[in-house]
């Protein structure tokens, strides 16, 4: 039975699917979210689009348990979750062989990145896969905690904030199995590497090694190659780093960086990167932190390094030398055009801009490390041949802080690009295309926030990037001014626009999920995102091969034309994957943060209802409400159930229209469910759509059925064709044959004990029937009864029939287990050298069975194998003819031995005389005992299944392991000379030449910022929804209607006013039993009233059909073909 909440009796929380609510509107979406909540039901449907609201705790449906029953289950047969969105895309992708996508948006905090995690992880499991499978699907989930380390950071919205956007492509096989993968990567917030707003963090890493290194001693899984460069790297507590002390927090609740730094080491390993790259990537993050401390002093104007021994750890761990780093970071080489002429000039910097070179550098080289890690596990998960995949979007959601920069407003504008992408598929296209096909439909108003995309993006007129590109594009080095310049043009150019307004030291955007206030101040820098070529052949002079690898640009080559810039780049980057996205399948989940405490059961009402506004949920009810749950092209469809009717299987050849419109009545589908356009059908509600994929499963489970029996005979017959060769080896030389059974077909079992199940009873519930037969077993006095001979893997059974004396049954004959013999205590088994059937029982320390069956080389056969399985020692049989044995201790006279002598005598039968204590048998001669059956030699299939062996190679570093490292003799002051000898490999730092850690760090700087520090928290509050809340309130509410109700164009012209006000009365739910192609179906009928100048109109909203048979969980029948393909290679 599946499982449902219906069969468990789970307690309902409001609806599961928002298109059955009785009263649409953003209040009772809300009550329905908040009611669903508090009980712990946190995911919802609205037709397809899955709304998940953060729980801020572990809730216990995401077990094995749940994978296993979301596996191939409809729907509608298990409480909503993300298990059945991902099982949904998996089926998708594989029954139509296309890409599938699923866009996961929410503000921060929402729930994205945990929700990319279980699809990752649900896929994982489902799909099948051998050796290079399960390495893929190893890094796919270790790429998490990885990217996690490097582009992850607490902010005051989210403890484990994604500070990059991530696009996911799992590659699939052509049979399902994850066989590569890719990640593209969007504009990591590189700023937060030097600085971070107050009660934030930088990037978990560098709290992650200093915690990592503290906790070297009890218990730690930290390899040794990393153990050995830890102490050297200048490690202390994170108070000491400028780049950590700023914000005043170094902890994060729940958060065990010691423990994550593990992981984060094993990640590396897992992914392939290589033990020397590994402690590269770790010096490289320790050397950003010491490049944090140098500070400068102003000598005359220009920047002087303050305290030179600042200087010595990071040109150590960069391996570059000491005097070049502090003459890059305090002065500029430029190239100057002066009438006509060029000339070098060496510029001195003043203290600001040293320290912006400094924090250029430092996000230059983090930047790099994390573009580094994301290009390791694409190599490793790269593959010749991309097929099919599915897409996992997890960016950095909507935000706003007390002061957002150029970053917030880079990601506030991806997010707008994919609210525009929800929009334009699911509530701008789907209306399109009722319209373009001629479906009969009324539109339905929403807010398009392609208005704010535009404000930012366009050309023509010009948006806030084009403004800002064109201003950067005029800089040369000097950039004083320059972001109140930008303003200026800015409000000049897009000043009028409603979703703009000028403020005090920047600008505001009305986005389509609040008001944001920019920060002007950075905009400039943060967009031209130049590294001074000064820098770069700085760091292209390190001793270390991955250092100089991190800039590879090559400095001398010109440039041409204008350099792309950080805005246009993130432009680029969303219009390349909203392309991407568009080409797959989408599917969505809309997350919900409930409370900005991160508290369990924490209910904002104020903060979901800005929410559920923004996202359009309201919207999106109506139309799928009023819509066709699915469409599909004429062809494809046809294609798909044409299995369906004989007329159209296998092939239709009449008109494409008139086969879909054969299989939809041959099935009855109900007229009001179907319309045909002008290129596909659109069905109405997903219930009827299931009633046709029913149908399609079960007609290919007669068909797997049958494919399977057959299999199950082919395998059979090698089977008993093998039992019959090793027989034959057994009787070999040993016994005459009997003229008809040398070529007899084994057939295992002669008594059908499927249909038996009396007997079936007697036996163990899992043990298997191997042979089973009606044989005539003789007693001391060699008077023969009847039994049932049935051997199984453990045992063998000689059961008989009784009368029942006492009970209800008193007076009927039943099967009696005579004798129970485990396989282990048999002794031997003892047969003649003639062609009887006669065969001895020997039984360790008991008394022998003495059994005739015709069968009897068969029973042989299967107890010596079975035997050997079990006991692990071959059977002993011999040949004799004379039988010496001990009989049962039974009553008076019982026990003693008997005989049993063979005489060749003239008849095929045996003739049998009891003598005394001897039963004499005389029997005619058989065939020859070297007689052998006509056997065709079986193919053997063996080790042809070993795919699995030709992998081994997966996550291979993409660079040549380095020679082995030399022993580091620089010290921090080293000459300039020394440094080219250590060439490619990379030096194990160790504690004795690594420089001494400058007195007291940075800490004077943290206060210094500290106190400067405002501490306002207006910009938690619920944000205003501005302008395009303004405008989402001032739509008309769309008419949601039916399919029946669709009036024709004319009719829309004038349409009643009365409809708008449909959602103001409640919908009446029915119950009623109807019959439905013959199976009962329960349908569910909702009506709805509408007041209609006075009187009343029913009018039949929805039909949704339950099948009971659909409520068991389906399993794909192509499974039981593949199990018994298993069952065939365990065999040979
Ligand atoms: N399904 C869930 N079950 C339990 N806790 C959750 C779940 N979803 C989210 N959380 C909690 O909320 C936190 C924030 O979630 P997550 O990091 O996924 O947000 P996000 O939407 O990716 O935000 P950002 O845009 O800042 O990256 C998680 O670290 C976790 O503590
Ligand atoms: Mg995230």
Same mark, same amino acid.
Request: net charge positive; aromatic share 10%; proline share 3%.
């Given at each position: 039975?599946?499982?449902?909440?219906?069969?468990?009796?789970?307690?309902?929380s409001g609806v599961e699917d928002m298109?059955l609510l009785p009263k649409i509107?953003?209040a009772s979406i809300v009550e329905n979210l908040k009611k669903r909540f /508090?009980?712990?039901w946190?995911?919802t449907?609205?037709?397809?689009?899955?709304v998940?609201?953060?729980?801020?705790?572990? +809730?216990?449906?995401?077990?094995?348990?749940?994978?296993?029953?979301?596996?191939?289950?409809?729907?509608?047969? @298990?409480?909503?979750?993300?298990?059945?969105?991902?099982?949904?895309?998996?089926? @998708?992708? /594989?029954?139509?062989?296309?890409?599938?996508?699923?866009?996961?948006?929410?503000?921060?905090?929402?729930?994205?990145?945990?929700?990319?995690?279980?699809?990752?992880?649900?896929?994982?499991?489902?799909?099948?896969?051998?050796?290079?499978?399960?390495?893929?699907?190893?890094?796919?989930?270790? %790429?998490?905690?990885?990217?996690?380390?490097?582009?992850?950071?607490?902010?005051?919205?989210?403890?484990?904030?994604?500070?990059?956007?991530?696009?996911?492509?799992?590659?699939? %096989?052509?049979?399902?199995?994850?066989?590569?993968?890719?990640?593209?990567?969007?504009?990591?917030?590189?700023?937060?590497?030097?600085?971070?707003?107050?009660?934030?963090?930088?990037?978990?890493?560098?709290?992650?090694?200093?915690?990592?290194?503290?906790?070297?001693?009890?218990?730690?899984?930290?390899?040794?190659?990393?153990?050995?460069?830890?102490?050297?790297?200048?490690?202390?507590?994170?108070?000491?780093?400028?780049? +950590?002390?700023?914000?005043?927090?170094?902890?994060?609740?729940?958060?065990?960086?010691?423990?994550?730094?593990?992981?984060?080491?094993?990640?590396?390993?897992?992914?392939?990167?290589?033990?020397?790259?590994?402690?590269?990537?770790? +010096?490289?993050?320790?050397?950003?932190?010491?490049?944090?401390?140098?500070?400068?002093?102003?000598?005359?104007?220009?920047?002087?390094?303050?305290?030179?021994?600042?200087?010595?750890?990071?040109?150590?761990?960069?391996?570059?030398?000491?005097?070049?780093?502090?003459?890059?970071?305090?002065?500029?080489?430029?190239?100057?055009?002066?009438?006509?002429?060029?000339?070098?000039?060496?510029?001195?910097?003043?203290?600001?801009?040293?320290?912006?070179?400094?924090?250029?550098?430092?996000?230059?080289?983090?930047?790099?490390?994390?573009?580094?890690?994301?290009?390791?596990?694409?190599?490793?998960?790269?593959?010749?041949?991309?097929?099919?995949?599915?897409?996992?979007?997890?960016?950095?959601?909507?935000?706003?802080?007390?002061?957002?920069?150029?970053?917030?407003?880079?990601?506030?504008?991806?997010?707008?690009? +994919?609210?525009?992408?929800?929009?334009?598929?699911?509530?701008?296209?789907?209306?399109?295309?009722?319209?373009?096909?001629?479906?009969?439909?009324?539109?339905?108003?929403?807010?398009?926030?392609?208005?704010?995309?535009?404000?930012?993006?366009?050309?023509?007129?010009?948006?806030? /990037?084009?403004?800002?590109?064109?201003?950067?594009?005029?800089?040369?080095?000097?950039?004083?001014?320059?972001?109140?310049?930008?303003?200026?043009?800015?409000?000049?150019?897009?000043?009028?626009?409603?979703?703009?307004?000028?403020?005090?030291?920047?600008?505001?955007?009305?986005?389509?999920?609040?008001?944001?206030?920019?920060?002007?101040?950075?905009?400039?820098?943060?967009?031209?995102?130049?590294?001074?070529?000064?820098?770069?052949?700085?760091?292209?002079?390190?001793?270390?091969?991955?250092?100089?690898?991190?800039?590879?640009?090559?400095?001398?080559?010109?440039?041409?034309?204008?350099?792309? &810039?950080?805005?246009?780049?993130?432009?680029?980057?969303?219009?390349?994957?909203?392309?991407?996205?568009?080409?797959?399948?989408?599917?969505?989940?809309?997350?919900?943060?409930?409370?900005?405490?991160?508290?369990?059961?924490?209910?904002?009402?104020?903060?979901?209802?800005?929410?559920v506004?923004?996202?359009?949920l309201?919207?999106?009810i109506?139309?799928?409400?009023?819509?066709?749950?699915?469409?599909?092209?004429?062809?494809?469809?046809?294609?798909?159930?044409?299995?369906?009717?004989?007329?159209?299987?296998?092939?239709?050849?009449?008109?494409?229209?008139?086969?879909?419109?054969?299989?939809?009545?041959?099935?009855?589908?109900?007229?009001?469910?179907?319309?045909?356009?002008?290129?596909?059908?659109?069905?109405?509600?997903?219930?009827?759509?299931?009633?046709?994929?029913?149908?399609?499963?079960?007609?290919?489970?007669?068909?797997?059925?049958?494919?399977?029996?057959?299999?199950?005979?082919?395998?059979?017959?090698?089977?008993?064709?093998?039992?019959?060769?090793?027989?034959?080896?057994?009787?070999?030389?040993?016994?005459?044959?009997?003229?008809?059974?040398?070529?007899?077909?084994?057939?295992?079992?002669?008594?059908?004990?499927?249909?038996?199940?009396?007997?079936?009873?007697?036996?163990?519930?899992?043990?298997?029937?191997?042979?089973?037969?009606?044989?005539?077993?003789?007693?001391?006095?060699?008077?023969? &009864?009847?039994?049932?001979?049935?051997?199984?893997?453990?045992?063998?059974?000689?059961?008989?029939?009784?009368?029942?004396?006492?009970?209800?049954?008193?007076?009927?004959?039943?099967?009696?287990?005579?004798?129970?013999?485990?396989?282990?205590?048999?002794?031997?088994?003892?047969?003649?050298?003639?062609?009887?059937?006669?065969?001895?029982?020997?039984?360790?320390?008991?008394?022998?069975?003495?059994?005739?069956?015709?069968?009897?080389?068969?029973?042989?056969?299967?107890?010596?194998?079975?035997?050997?399985?079990?006991? *692990?020692?071959?059977?002993?049989?011999?040949?004799?003819?004379?039988?010496?044995?001990?009989?049962?201790?039974?009553?008076?006279?019982?026990?003693?031995?008997?005989?049993?002598?063979?005489?060749?005598?003239?008849?095929?039968?045996?003739?049998?005389?009891?003598?005394?204590?001897?039963?004499?048998?005389?029997?005619?001669?058989?065939?020859?005992?070297?007689?052998?059956?006509?056997?065709?030699?079986?193919?053997?299939?063996?080790?042809?299944?070993?795919?699995?062996?030709?992998?081994?190679?997966?996550?291979?570093?993409?660079?040549?392991?380095?020679?082995?490292?030399?022993?580091?003799?620089?010290?921090?002051?080293?000459?300039?000379?020394?440094?080219?000898? %250590?060439?490619?490999?990379?030096?194990?730092?160790?504690?004795?030449?690594?420089?001494?850690?400058?007195?007291?760090?940075?800490?004077?700087?943290?206060?210094?910022?500290?106190?400067?520090?405002?501490?306002?928290?207006? $910009?938690?509050?619920?944000?205003?929804?501005?302008?395009?809340? $303004?405008?989402?309130?001032?739509?008309?509410?769309?008419?949601?209607?039916?399919?029946?109700?669709?009036?024709?164009?004319?009719?829309?012209?004038?349409?009643?006013?009365?409809?708008?006000?449909?959602?103001?009365?409640?919908?009446?739910?029915?119950?009623?039993?109807?019959?439905? /192609?013959?199976?009962?179906?329960?349908?569910?009928?909702?009506?709805?009233?509408?007041?209609?100048?006075?009187?009343?109109?029913?009018?039949?909203?929805?039909?949704?059909?339950?099948?009971?048979?659909?409520?068991?969980?389906?399993?794909?029948?192509? *499974?039981?073909?593949?199990?018994?393909?298993?069952?065939?290679?365990?065999?040979?």
């Amino acid at each position: 039975m599946a499982y449902h909440w219906q069969s468990s009796q789970q307690k309902q929380s409001g609806v599961e699917d928002m298109t059955l609510l009785p009263k649409i509107s953003e209040a009772s979406i809300v009550e329905n979210l908040k009611k669903r909540f /508090m009980d712990d039901w946190i995911y919802t449907y609205i037709g397809p689009v899955l709304v998940s609201v953060n729980p801020f705790k572990q +809730l216990k449906y995401f077990t094995d348990k749940e994978v296993e029953i979301y596996q191939g289950a409809a729907s509608y047969e @298990n409480p909503p979750h993300i298990y059945a969105l991902a099982d949904n895309m998996y089926r @998708n992708m /594989m029954i139509d062989f296309e890409n599938q996508c699923v866009i996961i948006s929410g503000e921060s905090g929402a729930g994205k990145t945990v929700a990319a995690k279980y699809i990752m992880a649900y896929i994982a499991k489902v799909s099948g896969g051998g050796g290079r499978v399960q390495h893929v699907k190893d890094i796919i989930i270790q %790429s998490n905690p990885l990217l996690e380390a490097f582009g992850n950071a607490k902010t005051v919205r989210n403890n484990n904030s994604s500070r990059f956007g991530k696009y996911m492509e799992i590659q699939f %096989s052509r049979g399902g199995e994850p066989d590569g993968g890719k990640i593209s990567n969007f504009l990591l917030e590189k700023s937060r590497v030097v600085s971070q707003n107050q009660g934030e963090r930088n990037f978990h890493i560098f709290y992650q090694l200093l915690a990592g290194s503290n906790g070297t001693q009890k218990g730690s899984q930290i390899p040794t190659h990393i153990l050995d460069i830890l102490n050297s790297m200048g490690l202390t507590e994170p108070n000491y780093y400028y780049y +950590l002390n700023q914000s005043g927090v170094y902890k994060v609740d729940d958060m065990n960086d010691s423990k994550e730094f593990q992981d984060t080491v094993n990640a590396m390993k897992v992914i392939g990167i290589s033990d020397d790259d590994q402690a590269s990537v770790l +010096l490289c993050v320790a050397g950003i932190l010491h490049l944090g401390n140098i500070s400068f002093r102003e000598d005359g104007n220009y920047a002087q390094v303050d305290n030179a021994e600042f200087l010595q750890y990071p040109s150590y761990l960069f391996g570059i030398d000491q005097d070049d780093l502090m003459t890059k970071l305090t002065s500029r080489v430029m190239d100057s055009k002066w009438g006509g002429k060029s000339e070098i000039i060496n510029l001195k910097l003043n203290t600001e801009q040293a320290a912006y070179t400094r924090d250029a550098l430092s996000k230059a080289i983090h930047s790099r490390i994390f573009d580094f890690l994301v290009e390791s596990i694409n190599q490793a998960m790269q593959k010749d041949k991309e097929e099919i995949n599915i897409g996992v979007l997890d960016i950095y959601g909507f935000e706003i802080f007390q002061r957002n920069g150029f970053e917030q407003f880079c990601i506030n504008f991806v997010n707008e690009k +994919l609210q525009q992408i929800f929009i334009e598929l699911t509530l701008k296209a789907e209306q399109e295309e009722y319209i373009n096909e001629g479906i009969k439909w009324k539109p339905i108003d929403y807010f398009n926030n392609k208005i704010v995309c535009d404000l930012i993006e366009s050309k023509n007129p010009v948006g806030v /990037m084009c403004v800002l590109d064109d201003v950067c594009a005029t800089l040369h080095t000097v950039t004083e001014g320059a972001d109140s310049k930008f303003l200026q043009k800015l409000n000049g150019a897009v000043g009028t626009h409603q979703h703009y307004q000028g403020a005090k030291e920047g600008f505001i955007v009305h986005h389509y999920a609040g008001k944001v206030s920019y920060d002007v101040e950075g905009f400039c820098d943060k967009n031209r995102d130049v590294l001074f070529t000064d820098l770069i052949q700085l760091m292209q002079s390190s001793d270390l091969e991955f250092v100089r690898d991190l800039f590879p640009e090559d400095v001398k080559g010109q440039q041409k034309g204008r350099p792309s &810039t950080a805005g246009n780049k993130i432009k680029t980057q969303a219009n390349r994957l909203v392309g991407k996205l568009m080409q797959s399948t989408p599917h969505y989940i809309r997350c919900i943060k409930p409370n900005e405490t991160k508290r369990a059961h924490d209910w904002e009402e104020k903060r979901v209802l800005h929410q559920v506004e923004y996202l359009g949920l309201k919207e999106n009810i109506r139309v799928r409400r009023a819509g066709f749950a699915y469409r599909r092209e004429f062809d494809k469809f046809l294609k798909r159930y044409a299995i369906l009717t004989e007329e159209t299987w296998p092939q239709w050849r009449g008109d494409v229209r008139a086969g879909i419109t054969h299989i939809m009545n041959a099935v009855h589908m109900e007229k009001d469910q179907w319309q045909l356009g002008k290129t596909k059908i659109f069905i109405k509600a997903p219930e009827s759509l299931f009633l046709l994929e029913e149908q399609r499963e079960r007609k290919y489970d007669t068909y797997a059925r049958v494919i399977q029996k057959a299999f199950r005979k082919h395998n059979a017959d090698k089977y008993y064709l093998r039992l019959k060769q090793q027989a034959s080896d057994i009787l070999l030389h040993q016994k005459e044959r009997r003229r008809y059974s040398l070529n007899r077909n084994f057939v295992g079992d002669y008594i059908g004990m499927d249909d038996n199940p009396g007997l079936r009873a007697l036996l163990g519930r899992r043990e298997r029937v191997e042979f089973a037969d009606t044989v005539n077993k003789y007693d001391r006095r060699f008077k023969v &009864t009847k039994r049932d001979l049935i051997v199984t893997g453990k045992c063998l059974y000689l059961v008989g029939r009784e009368i029942v004396k006492k009970g209800p049954e008193k007076g009927q004959m039943k099967e009696v287990v005579k004798r129970k013999i485990e396989l282990g205590s048999i002794e031997s088994v003892t047969m003649s050298t003639l062609q009887d059937d006669l065969f001895l029982l020997n039984i360790a320390g008991d008394y022998a069975s003495l059994l005739e069956s015709i069968f009897k080389t068969e029973f042989v056969t299967v107890l010596s194998k079975k035997y050997e399985a079990t006991v *692990s020692r071959k059977l002993k049989v011999s040949f004799s003819n004379v039988f010496e044995f001990a009989v049962k201790k039974e009553g008076w006279g019982g026990g003693g031995t008997r005989q049993v002598k063979f005489l060749t005598g003239n008849s095929d039968l045996a003739t049998m005389k009891t003598s005394g204590k001897t039963l004499n048998v005389a029997i005619g001669p058989g065939l020859a005992r070297d007689s052998r059956p006509g056997l065709r030699q079986t193919a053997h299939k063996g080790g042809a299944r070993n795919g699995a062996a030709t992998w081994n190679k997966g996550g291979g570093p993409r660079r040549a392991a380095p020679a082995i490292p030399q022993q580091q003799t620089n010290t921090p002051g080293r000459s300039v000379g020394s440094r080219g000898r %250590s060439g490619k490999s990379l030096r194990r730092q160790q504690s004795t030449e690594h420089p001494s850690l400058p007195r007291d760090g940075a800490q004077h700087l943290a206060k210094r910022i500290n106190q400067a520090h405002a501490h306002n928290q207006d $910009f938690m509050s619920t944000p205003d929804a501005g302008m395009s809340g $303004f405008q989402r309130k001032s739509l008309k509410p769309g008419a949601r209607r039916p399919a029946q109700l669709v009036e024709s164009q004319d009719q829309r012209q004038n349409h009643s006013p009365n409809y708008h006000r449909l959602e103001q009365y409640g919908i009446m739910i029915q119950m009623t039993q109807m019959n439905f /192609m013959s199976v009962p179906t329960i349908s569910l009928k909702l009506s709805v009233k509408i007041p209609q100048d006075g009187g009343e109109e029913d009018l039949e909203a929805r039909k949704a059909c339950f099948h009971p048979t659909m409520w068991r969980k389906y399993k794909p029948t192509i *499974s039981s073909s593949r199990e018994a393909a298993i069952d065939e290679t365990q065999e040979s």
